[in-house]
């Protein structure tokens, strides 16, 4: 039998956090402290003002802006209505922002002024900045009585292999993933969690969450400064820190890194993609602070964990042991396929194999499973290159080019070869612009076979990352192999 959730609505949450800690600071946003009270109270009005445009129950809203405090009042306020709130990137294209328009039927928005012609179709919307300008006649009626499996929130994919799709959460696949952070995060209300995440994604709105659950303080930043960031973690004694590929990457350029600036931190929270293990062990050299690393995705918002009770069994290069409330299998070739708590139910616009019948989604990522159950993730199923016959994980390629000191960042793709079928091409940023190719073949040669090695470097100034810092595949084109 699967567990139940602490949460059946996902507005519960705040609604609970703000009678149980009403005085309590919940959110520090720049100059700007929210107690638990005052946030749960503008979720309040929130859902009276959505109401009162017009938005009702399984109304699909945009929200349209950058972190802020009304994206979590929003987000709340919807789910008190029974209303979907769709989180496209707010830094995407008009023409990527159409896209998920179209892929998610949503009908209304909630949204910061550059996005005024984006959502003059809508009738039922409403501008950021009178989100909160509303004295409601009476108070919001009691939540939606929806069943638990209605549509509540649809995030985007990373769209690490074409457009993001819109996944679609339940209430009950949201509050399982908020329950799963809070319970192998071990968070208390004595946390402070810094959200250098965007909430648009699920990552950042999960652990915001889950803070809430808790009564736990958050820093939030409309957008990501590594030096006030840093500057915010002594100052507001900061607990937990959650990191994405690029700000670690930041962080590690660092060099006036201290253990004294990170006295309060029990961890880095690591999840979204593969943490490079060398970058890592830098950081934690230099800060005294460890990484706890962990997996999930869109679709299955807590896959696996390491156990937070026990650092000295933490692994750099493993996600852990699956998540209470998750079920785990090995499908065709070694895919991991998962159920539980936190799956979604499937993507907005389009039917697809990875979501099966019995509740198990195929994640794409290739997996094994040590003796006591550890999960190793090896690659990915859609991007394993077959070069001579031999099947070559991108992963190992550019984990083997990510231990030189002088790169930064590497993304590996195939490239037709007419010898080998296939042939490895790397695309580097370099601390050091001496870095040669020769170089970097010569540093490969000792940590990976022959066929294995790139026969083309790339280097540029950045990879094309998402947000939650998984790198997207196909936006790497060689040019010349």
């Known amino acids: 039998m699967r567990p139940q959730n602490s949460f059946v609505c996902y507005s519960e949450i705040l609604q609970g956090a703000g009678?149980?800690?009403p005085d309590q600071i919940a959110l520090r946003f720049h100059d700007e402290i929210w107690t638990y009270s005052e946030l749960a109270s503008a979720?309040?009005?929130?859902?009276s003002r959505m109401i009162e445009a017009g938005i009702g129950e399984n109304t699909r809203v945009l929200l349209l802006m950058e972190n802020r405090p009304e994206y979590l009042i929003a987000q709340f306020a919807l789910s008190h209505i029974g209303a979907v709130f769709v989180t496209p990137n707010p830094y995407w294209t008009p023409s990527e922002i159409e896209n998920a328009i179209a892929a998610t039927a949503a009908t209304a928005a909630v949204y910061e002024p550059r996005f005024a012609a984006l959502t003059k179709r809508f009738i039922h919307s409403i501008p950021v900045d009178e989100l909160l300008k509303f004295s409601p006649h009476q108070p919001p009626s009691p939540p939606s009585t929806q069943h638990s499996n209605s549509a509540r929130y649809i995030p985007f994919s990373s769209g690490s292999t074409g457009l993001p799709k819109g996944v679609v959460h339940t209430d009950a696949s949201l509050c399982g993933g908020v329950d799963q952070l809070?319970?192998?995060?071990a968070l208390t209300s004595r946390d402070v969690l810094q959200i250098?995440?965007?909430l648009c994604h699920v990552f950042g709105a999960t652990m915001c969450a889950a803070a809430i659950s808790v009564g736990a303080q958050m820093t939030l930043f409309q957008r990501f400064n590594l030096d006030t960031s840093l500057a915010h973690v002594r100052s507001a004694g900061v607990t937990i820190w959650p990191l994405a590929g690029a700000v670690a990457h930041k962080l590690a350029q660092r060099s006036d890194l201290k253990p004294s600036a990170f006295a309060t931190l029990r961890y880095f929270m690591w999840g979204g993609s593969s943490v490079p293990p060398e970058l890592a062990r830098d950081i934690t050299a230099r800060t005294g602070v460890q990484f706890l690393c962990s997996y999930g995705m869109t679709e299955a918002m807590m896959v696996a964990f390491n156990p937070v009770d026990r650092p000295s069994d933490w692994k750099l290069e493993s996600p852990g042991y699956p998540t209470h409330g998750t079920e785990v299998r090995l499908g065709s070739g070694g895919e991991l396929e998962v159920r539980g708590v936190s799956v979604a139910t499937g993507y907005a616009a389009t039917a697809s194999d990875s979501f099966l019948d019995d509740g198990?989604?195929?994640?794409?990522?290739?997996?094994?499973?040590?003796?006591?159950g550890r999960m190793n993730i090896v690659g990915r199923r859609k991007e394993m290159l077959k070069v001579s016959g031999f099947q070559v994980s991108p992963t190992e390629v550019e984990d083997a080019i990510l231990a030189h000191p002088d790169v930064i960042d590497v993304g590996v793709v195939g490239h037709p070869d007419g010898k080998t079928g296939e042939a490895p091409v790397a695309f580097v940023v370099r601390a050091s612009a001496d870095l040669s190719a020769d170089a970097l073949t010569t540093w490969a040669a000792t940590r990976l076979a022959s066929y294995k090695l790139p026969r083309v470097y790339h280097f540029v100034s950045a990879l094309p990352?998402?947000?939650?810092?998984?790198?997207?595949?196909?936006?790497?084109q060689p040019t010349d192999t």
């Open 465 to 476: 990352r998402t947000p939650g810092g998984k790198l997207q595949r196909h936006k790497l």
């Open 19 to 21: 009678e149980r800690w």
């Open 360 to 372: 198990w989604f195929r994640t794409g990522d290739l997996v094994t499973f040590d003796p006591d």
């Open 43 to 47: 979720a309040a009005i929130a859902t």
């Open 182 to 185: 809070r319970r192998h995060l």
């Open 196 to 198: 250098s995440l965007p």
